[in-house]
């Protein structure tokens, strides 16, 4: 039985068809498990559709409540409770203005460039910068630090800027893989160099709170390139992100 109004399967908003039919993905549920935990991704891009944008936030936001609605009925809630009934309509604000909002790229942080007036030419590195983005798998955060560095090639950034970029492309849903990538892409991008490193150790909830139920591990990613495939220039950056150099 279906609770009264919208239904589950598909929802139709100004031509665009969302799929919601559990069984159309043509995984039995043991891959879908396995493809998880796991964590298994082929792409640098994070898969968008088309028409990702076509709808604005505020429609997001509106039919992420209906269907987030749906979710806690089915679970047998009852969104009459005065502590549940705001509960929809908080979890799709959340995943659109806060959560998700790297998915847009019109979020995504301008960067001036700048001269290096100071002929600064070492090494410059941006250790733990929070990270607080969400597993795709599970819908659940990673969290954890990343340690960015970078060379300049003559133009310099804010450093705040650093941060907002990992940032940016936190909110999305993520591997740690593809994170880490997409902040080295972007870095070589806006500072106009190849000689980027970066870092991520975080922990995934998906990890620590079910499945294994691991709270002890994290997961190590990098990504070097230009310079710093060059091993003294590696381990000069291991060693100021307090990283025993090893290889
Ligand atoms: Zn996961």
Do not use: W
């Not at 990992?166 to 902040?183: D, S, W, Y």
């Not at 591990?217 to 070097?224: D, G, Q, R």
């Amino acid at each position: 039985m279906k609770p009264n109004g919208t239904s589950l399967n598909t929802l139709s908003t100004n031509g665009i068809h969302l799929n919601g039919n559990g069984h159309n993905h043509g995984l039995t549920d043991e891959l879908v498990d396995d493809m998880g935990d796991n964590h298994a991704s082929a792409n640098l891009e994070t898969p968008l559709r088309d028409d990702a944008f076509a709808l604005d936030d505020d429609l997001k936001i509106d039919l992420i409540e209906e269907h987030f609605r749906e979710i806690m009925t089915i679970l047998g809630l009852d969104l009459t409770d005065d502590s549940l009934k705001g509960t929809p309509r908080r979890v799709a604000k959340m995943y659109v203005n806060e959560t998700f909002k790297g998915l847009n790229p019109a979020n995504k942080p301008s960067t001036t460039l700048f001269e290096n007036k100071y002929q600064y030419n070492q090494m410059l590195v941006e250790r733990d910068i929070t990270v607080q983005s969400y597993c795709e798998h599970h819908f659940v955060p990673i969290i954890g630090k990343a340690h960015v560095a970078y060379i300049s090639s003559g133009k310099v950034i804010g450093l705040s800027k650093l941060n907002r970029i990992v940032q940016h492309f936190a909110k999305r849903p993520q591997v740690q893989e593809r994170l880490t990538m997409q902040i080295a892409d972007e870095l070589k991008r806006a500072l106009q160099t190849e000689d980027v490193a970066v870092i991520i150790d975080a922990a995934h909830l998906c990890v620590s709170t079910r499945g294994v139920n691991d709270t002890a591990s994290s997961t190590l990613t990098a990504a070097y390139s230009g310079k710093f495939d060059e091993e003294a220039t590696r381990q000069e950056f291991l060693k100021y992100v307090g990283m025993k150099p090893t290889m």
